[in-house]
T-cell receptor
Framework: AQKVTQAQTEISVVEKEDVTLDCVYETRDTTYYLFWYKQPPSGELVFLIR??????QNEISGRYSWNFQKSTSSFNFTITASQVVDSAVYFCALGPREAGGTSYGKLTFGQGTILTVHP | ETGVTQTPRHLVMGMTNKKSLKCEQH?????MYWYKQSAKKPLELMFV???????ENNSVPSRFSPECPNSSHLFLHLHTLQPEDSALYLC??????????????FGSGTQLSVL
């Protein structure tokens, strides 16, 4: 069975602080995909990043960076110099990497971390 | 205009009512999904349609009935719901279903309250 744990239910920071959102996953699959989605107050989840389990290189996109550690089954997300607009619920998700097309979006989501950035 | 549009945004219904949620995607995608987001629970995949055929039904009660008349439209018909069905219902679409790597594009959801 697959499982995604986001142990931090809520995080509150002041603008310009750095913040790291933790994600730990469990899977028996040897290959898989990891995702982060952002859900702003408007409700729609917005895709942030997808990482193939074969690729353990860390990735940076502007103020966002992701640290994938396969050895500890973690895929943490850091926001540098946080801004009020970063306030949202952030979801980590795990998807099976199946050849032949049978997974059909079977993402396992974590419970989400509510991030509040105060001015 | 967002890529995935859901209506209504809010819905209040009694347990004996029949209502429908509508989702429309303007992205030319081949797959559409219904997810349920309840308070303090992870998102739950309910149904998946690929090329207008239902390919996944995640043990969802029969009081929820999906319909996908074409690749751009997805409905969720509701009847005799229970209060515990109150949740945010999210529609999503993707371009390449079934490979595990699909990037999902979500609508803003319908916040459903069952009285």
């Amino acid at each position: 069975a697959q499982k995604v744990t986001q142990a931090q239910t809520e995080i509150s920071v002041v603008e310009k602080e750095d913040v790291t959102l933790d994600c730990v996953y469990e899977t028996r699959d040897t290959t898989y995909y990891l995702f982060w989605y952002k859900q702003p107050p408007s409700g729609e989840l917005v895709f942030l990043i997808r990482r193939n389990s074969f690729d353990e290189q860390n990735e940076i996109s502007g103020r966002y960076s992701w640290n994938f550690q396969k050895s500890t089954s973690s895929f943490n997300f850091t926001i540098t110099a946080s801004q009020v607009v970063d306030s949202a619920v952030y979801f980590c998700a795990l998807g099976p990497r199946e050849a032949g097309g049978t997974s059909y979006g079977k993402l396992t989501f974590g419970q989400g971390t509510i991030l509040t950035v105060h001015p | 205009e967002t890529g995935v549009t859901q209506t209504p945004r809010h819905l209040v219904m009694g347990m004996t009512n029949k209502k429908s949620l509508k989702c429309e995607q303007h992205l030319g995608h081949n797959a559409m999904y219904w997810y349920k987001q309840s308070a303090k629970k992870p998102l739950e995949l309910m149904f998946v349609y690929s090329l207008e055929e239902r390919v996944e039904n995640n043990s969802v009660p029969s009081r929820f009935s999906p319909e996908c008349p074409n690749s751009s439209h997805l409905f969720l018909h509701l009847h005799t719901l229970q209060p515990e069905d109150s949740a945010l219902y999210l529609c999503a679409s993707s371009q390449t279903p079934g490979q595990g790597k699909e990037k999902l594009f979500f609508g803003s959801g319908t916040q459903l309250s069952v009285l």
